[in-house]
């Protein structure tokens, strides 16, 4: 049956992102804010392992917690994350992964609000993958649900400048804010972000060591020591 897609087309990448840390830029923060991307092309081969997994855990009654309906790294328990951890390092590919970090104190206040704070940032985030990615058919960007409006129009206009100004003319791109539980997509990309986040937030890279093939980079925004004022 023709379904009206070409095998010869450019194949459409996906990007799916998460964040670590809290937005409270006050002493009791979070010393780190992090923005991670995973870069990923069809077919999701991974997708089917993380399902079958789930299931096993249902059928062997070995959830991690009570009405368990997709991965997320910080509530999974350690016998779960490490064997996600696993799969990871074995069927994503290398250097798929991005991740912009931010040292929130030497963020001026300027930059701070999430209207300000997001299109700066993702903007360096996605600038490298879609520098780094071959030649596309479309770049679909995935979230998750974001229920405040002013940081969800704040990421839409960082996605869709980014991607104006980068992308060959006439190459589609969306914006899409979904639910993770809808996504393995976005559980993985939850996964990266939480190892990098525990390495620069806690000095814990136990987890990222595993998987530390995968990440292409950890750029620290604020590495040369600038406080931002933007």
């Known amino acids: ?15 799916f992102i ?25 077919p999701f081969t991974l ?12 059928e062997h009654r070995l959830l991690p917690r009570i009405e368990m309906e997709y991965f997320h790294c910080a509530d999974d328990n ?11 390092a074995r069927s994503v ?3 798929s992964v991005d991740s912009v970090i931010i040292e ?4 001026g206040p300027a930059l701070q609000p999430p209207e300000k704070f997001y299109p700066k940032m993702l903007g360096y985030l996605l600038r490298y993958a879609v520098k780094k990615a071959p030649d596309v058919g479309e770049v679909v960007v995935i979230t998750d649900n974001i229920p405040v409006a002013k940081k969800r129009n704040a990421i839409e206009k960082a996605v869709k400048t980014v991607l104006a100004s980068m992308l060959t003319a006439g190459t589609p791109y969306r914006v899409m804010h979904h ?10 990309a939850d996964y990266f972000n939480w190892a990098i986040y525990r390495k620069w937030e ?14 292409r980079s950890e750029f620290d925004i604020f590495r040369k020591g600038t406080r931002h004022y933007y």
């Open 1 to 15: 049956m023709n379904n009206g897609l070409s095998s010869s087309a450019p194949p459409t990448l996906y990007i």
């Open 179 to 188: 639910s993770s539980r809808a996504h393995y997509g976005l559980q993985i």
């Open 93 to 95: 590919p290398h250097a």
């Open 18 to 42: 998460d964040e670590g840390g809290n937005f409270d830029f006050s002493p009791t923060g979070s010393k780190y804010f992090t923005l991670t991307c995973v870069s990923l092309y069809r």
């Open 78 to 88: 350690k016998h779960v994350r490490s064997r996600v951890f696993s799969m990871l």
């Open 104 to 107: 929130k104190q030497k963020t």
């Open 47 to 58: 997708h089917t392992d993380l399902d079958t997994y789930k299931y096993d855990l249902i």
């Open 202 to 215: 806690h000095g814990d890279d136990g987890s990222h060591s595993v998987i530390a093939s995968q990440i």
